[in-house]
């Protein structure tokens, strides 16, 4: 496959677009949270060694289809070529969302258009919100900011994603929904009602189940447009960049999903 039109070999730069995955982290909504223990220490065994039990989806980590899909494909079965890296832009809308915000195909195409970058069908997609900042490890950390008001999209924008052919997406968010298409909208139910204060309108008006109800997953995982959610990192110094994009994640056999590092590779002059 000939790279040579995205990105000049001599001259690349390899940027790391992953959160760090810790027990830190808080876990989303109704997870639980990781654990993780020392089996080994160097004064009694002779070496160190941890044990954790977790989720999968605690920092960088890439939804896999079955995550969504019974019977849908597993982690290990993703390749490397034409899918998991791949050709794609990272388009920076933060100048245009703020907490709870519904952005929509307009507003990537704005900010591309903006940006001065090009998003193209079959494209990687990586969405920058700016919300890592509010993720724990991050510049500003905010929980409540980062897990349940972050802003997110809904149908119309998964229908663009499949007209667009997308390979897969990434998102410096907790979640690719919006998090009250999820079930964060059950479980706080005040924030449901300063998000209604905000928009002048009734959720059920905006975004109504079920339709909307995870619609990022539900919509696009049977087409196996898959996405990786908590990018952070480095993903300020690639914005409004094409690049060739990957993810890494652990060749997880019958796995949901995975623990995953995410990179830009991107010419420097």
């Known amino acids: 496959m000939d790279w040579s039109k995205i990105v000049d070999w001599s001259n690349v730069r390899v940027y790391d677009l992953s959160q760090p995955t810790s027990w830190k982290q ?33 920092g960088t980590h890439f939804d896999g ?18 899918y998991l890296v791949g050709e794609g ?22 900010a591309a258009k903006d940006g001065g970058v090009e998003i193209k069908k079959g494209d990687i997609l990586i969405i920058h919100t700016g919300y890592h900042r509010y993720a724990w490890c991050g510049e500003e950390p905010d929980e409540v900011r980062y897990m349940v008001k972050h802003p997110g999209p809904d ?20 979640s690719q929904d919006h998090p009250l298409n ?8 005040d924030l449901v009602a300063e998000a209604e204060k905000k928009w002048g309108k009734k959720i059920d008006e905006l975004m109504p189940w079920p339709e909307n109800y995870q619609v990022m ?34 060749k997880f056999q019958d796995g949901e999903s995975a623990f995953a590092r995410v990179v830009a590779f991107v010419s420097e002059k």
């Not at 020392?38 to 977790?54: D, R």
């Not at 832009?89 to 704005?110: A, E, F, M, N, R």
């Not at 999820?182 to 139910?189: G, H």
């Open 217 to 250: 997953h539900t919509m696009l995982f049977p087409h196996l447009i898959l996405h990786a959610e908590n990018l952070g990192g480095d993903i300020k110094k690639v914005l409004n960049r094409r690049a060739i994009i990957g993810a890494f994640p652990f």
């Open 182 to 189: 999820t079930v964060i909208r059950r479980a706080r139910p």
């Open 155 to 174: 149908v119309r924008f998964a229908k663009w994603c499949l007209e667009m052919k997308f390979k897969w997406l990434g998102v410096d968010a907790i």
């Open 89 to 110: 832009v990272v388009v920076d809308i933060s100048p245009y969302v703020g907490d709870y915000d519904i952005y929509t195909v307009d507003t990537l195409k704005q």
């Open 65 to 82: 289809q079955a995550h969504f899909v019974t019977g849908g494909r597993d982690i290990a079965s993703l390749p490397l070529e034409d």
């Open 26 to 58: 808080p876990p989303f909504m109704w997870y639980p949270p990781m654990k993780v223990y020392w089996i080994k220490h160097l004064g009694e065994h002779g070496v160190n060694a941890q044990f954790i039990e977790t989720s999968l989806h605690f």
